[in-house]
């Protein structure tokens, strides 16, 4: 190093001492940022920001009718109530009245017409929430009902759909089953779930000067909240800022949903000049917003002796409800997964977007992949029932190969496949083999409860398949104490995010996780984000984070080399410190030096994934980053008597690639396979001859409890495992994959079933396989055949 003279400070700030190695970077198991604030209480949400002087409460008033006209409104008995400030109405709305978020067809109130019992007609803004409440319900509004289309079949007969149909195919399907030694045809009901997130929609308006608006919104979609706030009061986007601390759960309904709320508090606080928020009850939200898309989807399969399949004709239908919603890109996304991990062959598929009476239907954690998957998996388990092969010898012969077998329908290669990988770790640790011998050996002696057992794969495409949304912005800033303030796009919902984008610029910087605070998902910090979705949180706001980091890191280094006559590749960050050729300089001590001499401690990061495309015309193209892989081993027993049912062991294996960090990845798997055993087996939607949702509450919604766990439940992340594809520090995203690993649980249902009938057929069985489904397939089974 060229010889020269410090200063005071300088010679002060350079030391050789030992170095602290760091554990709270990329791959450590550190705890999630909030929750200490969680278990205590202290997290603070939309409903427990402090109240304003003169804040006023919206309650909603909600549609009685699914489909009806409106002949007469009249809010004068709403004024009686002291305390109330102004009745809303369509008419009132001084821009736009639509805030659908792709196509239109989401009146943020009912405008002449309503389509589904629990949509808004009218708010009502009061001092306090009871008076709201009370107030709206003296509101007379007379209708003129009209006839409503409530069920799939209906919708179909008619050709009643939200948007187009859409199809991909490849080949001849038609002639291929026709060939082919064994057919079979069959239709399976896929019912919907209900998001049931701990914190309803809420949001909180607050108007500032110069006609702005200020919304804290309970969304997993904050650039979207303000256009839509924007649209309905008629003013740039500019003067709308949305703000997300953190949500208490989205799980997809809180990404173009969250919207209505929000602005119905900024309509409100822009007509009254004050203050405004609006917290769904429990009862409200569930039938003012949408759920996951109920299905009924039809196959027909040609497959060989073995159980290959040659040909494939497949018709998925979705209830989409009264609007498109997401319910385009939904459906695009379920043909994009049917066929989950199996190649095929020729194959066609259709699909359906119905329009129905009921609330629209709209994002859910997986995004129209499970309800596919579940159709292909049921596909699994009939070919070896017909064949009396084990179901996993059929999934495995099926399973994408390198062996001109690892094309997709959509034209996509499944590259860097770790199939047979997480099915051999899997099987080897479930101890597979053994244990369906020993529960055919037990149920041959146990005449009422029987045992079931079933290893089902998971693929899964990673990236929006809207390419333009592979999108994410971050803001750095570094203070003159070395401390650091970090934002990003993204929203914290619970699901560790923030406390995985913080390990990413404390690894890059190479400082303890505690130096970095994360603020509000701020529209006027990060603009024009993407949702929080499509499992990409990680993957695009991390990769952001990550390049602003690097800028000033790279400017620190290049000041470095500079003030100390020392070349870049002498300098590097290591375990809260910067070595500079033989010397050691705490990282703090070079950010004041570096501020001294004028140097940039700011930069933006901006992040776009690379090489998805997708063309519509052709349904061909590369709509996936990478894919995200695993399985899962459950064991069921059923009373044959009641239908009751318990999971005795579930073993999970799950392909993260480099974990950024496992504790979270791990709660992540976990939680995503209990959600989806709650939506196959107990999480029953139920509608009324009228269009009434009936399940409305955790009263009459059963989402699972403790009791619902498995008795021994295992999980693990796939070993030795990196993702060769240029994500974030190799790590793959965690979000939706794991939630089909619940599968699993239908498939060994079904397996123990089929051990009540003589001849081992397995049952038609539709989801939620309740315990009464169970006790009808077992019956079913029992029934002398015609």
């Known amino acids: 190093m060229a010889s020269r003279k410090h200063s005071p400070s300088e010679a002060d700030s350079l030391a050789s001492g030992s170095e602290q190695q760091l554990s709270t970077g990329v791959g450590h198991s550190v705890r999630h940022e909030s929750a200490v604030k969680h278990a205590s209480g202290e997290a603070i949400y939309v409903d427990d920001r402090p109240e304003f002087p003169d804040q006023l409460h919206l309650y909603a008033l909600l549609s009685p009718h699914a489909h009806a006209e409106i002949t007469r409104i009249d809010t004068s008995p709403c004024y009686d109530f002291e305390g109330v400030e102004k009745v809303i109405s369509a008419s009132d709305i001084p821009g736009e009245i639509d805030i659908g978020t792709i196509f239109p067809g989401d009146p943020l109130l009912a405008d002449g017409k309503v389509e589904y019992v629990g949509q808004p007609v009218l708010l009502v803004a009061a001092t306090d929430p009871e008076t709201a409440y009370l107030a709206a319900q003296e509101a007379i509004i007379e209708y003129q009902p009209l006839p409503a289309i409530l069920d799939i079949k209906t919708a179909l007969a008619k050709n009643h759909f939200v948007n187009d149909s859409h199809w991909q195919k490849r080949g001849d399907a038609k002639n291929a089953i026709s060939k082919a030694p064994h057919i079979l045809s069959g239709e399976i009901h896929i019912g919907g779930q209900e998001h049931l997130y701990l914190e309803p929609h809420a949001s909180f308006a607050v108007p500032t000067e110069d006609g702005g608006m200020v919304v804290y919104a309970s969304t997993q979609n904050p650039t979207d909240v303000q256009k839509q706030v924007a649209k309905i009061l008629g003013t740039p986007m500019r003067n709308v800022v949305v703000d997300t601390r953190r949500i208490g759960g989205g799980f997809g309904g809180k990404e173009t949903q969250a919207a209505g709320p929000a602005c119905m508090a900024a309509l409100a606080a822009h007509l009254t000049g004050k203050p405004t928020k609006i917290r769904l009850y429990r009862t409200e939200d569930m039938m003012m917003t949408g759920k996951r898309h109920p299905f009924c989807n039809h196959y027909t399969v040609g497959f060989d002796d073995d159980g290959r399949i040659i040909g494939a004709d497949i018709t998925l239908a979705s209830n989409c409800g009264y609007s498109p919603d997401l319910s385009a890109a939904i459906i695009d996304r379920a043909m994009f997964h049917c066929d989950n991990a199996y190649y095929l062959g020729d194959v066609s598929i259709t699909a359906h977007c119905c329009k129905t009476n009921i609330a629209s239907n709209t994002a859910c954690r997986g995004f129209g992949a499970p309800q596919a998957m579940v159709t292909i998996e049921t596909v699994m ?14 999934r495995k012969l099926n399973y994408y190969d390198g062996e001109g077998r690892n094309i997709t329908h ?274 029953e939607l139920i509608w009324d001859k009228h269009g009434r949702l009936s399940t409305n509450s955790p009263a009459n919604y059963k989402i699972p409890t403790i009791a619902d766990i498995p008795v021994e439940f295992r999980t693990q992340l796939l070993e030795h495992n990196t993702n060769p594809e240029e994500t974030i520090f190799h790590s793959k995203a965690v979000g939706e994959p794991p939630f089909m690993l619940a599968i699993s649980v239908l498939s060994a249902l079904k397996n123990a079933i089929s051990y009540t009938s003589e001849s081992g057929e397995i049952p038609k069985l539709d989801t939620p396989a309740t315990p009464e489904r169970v006790l009808w397939a077992i019956k079913s089974l029992q029934k002398p055949k015609t």
């Open 410 to 683: 959509y034209g996509q290669e499944v590259r860097h496949n770790l199939l047979n990988k997480i099915t051999e770790q899997l099987e080897t640790s479930s101890d597979y083999h053994a244990r369906r011998k020993a529960i055919s050996d037990f149920n041959k002696n146990s005449p009422i409860l029987k045992k079931g057992l079933a290893l089902t794969p998971v693929k899964f495409g990673i990236s929006f398949t809207a390419s333009f949304l592979n999108q994410a912005g971050a803001l750095i800033h570094i203070y003159t104490d070395g401390s650091i303030h970090l934002n990003h796009g993204g929203t914290e919902m619970g699901q560790g995010l923030n406390t995985k984008i913080a390990q990413i610029v404390a690894e890059e910087f190479q400082v303890d996780i505690n130096q970095i605070q994360i603020t509000d998902t701020a529209t006027d910090k990060v603009p024009n984000t993407s949702a929080t979705a499509a499992s990409s949180g990680a993957d695009l706001n991390g990769k952001a984070a990550q390049t602003a980091a690097r800028a000033i890191k790279q400017r620190l280094i290049t000041f470095a080399g500079e003030h100390f006559h020392v070349a870049e590749e002498q300098i590097s960050f290591r375990n809260g410190s910067v070595h500079i050729d033989k010397q050691v300089m705490p990282f703090a001590n070079l950010i004041a030096l570096a501020y001294l001499h004028q140097i940039s401690l700011s930069s933006t990061g901006f992040y776009r994934t690379p090489g998805v495309h997708y063309d519509e015309n052709t349904a061909q193209g590369h709509p996936f980053y990478y894919y995200a892989f695993g399985a899962a081993c459950s064991e069921v027993i059923i009373d044959t008597l009641t239908g009751e049912y318990k999971i005795l062991r579930a073993d999970l294996c799950h392909d993260v690639g480099s974990s950024l960090n496992p504790a979270l990845d791990k709660g992540q798997v976990e939680g995503g396979f209990i959600q989806g055993v709650g939506w196959l087996t107990s999480e």
């Open 381 to 394: 388990d009939e070919i070896a029932s017909r064949l009396g092969k084990d179901p996993l010898e059929v």
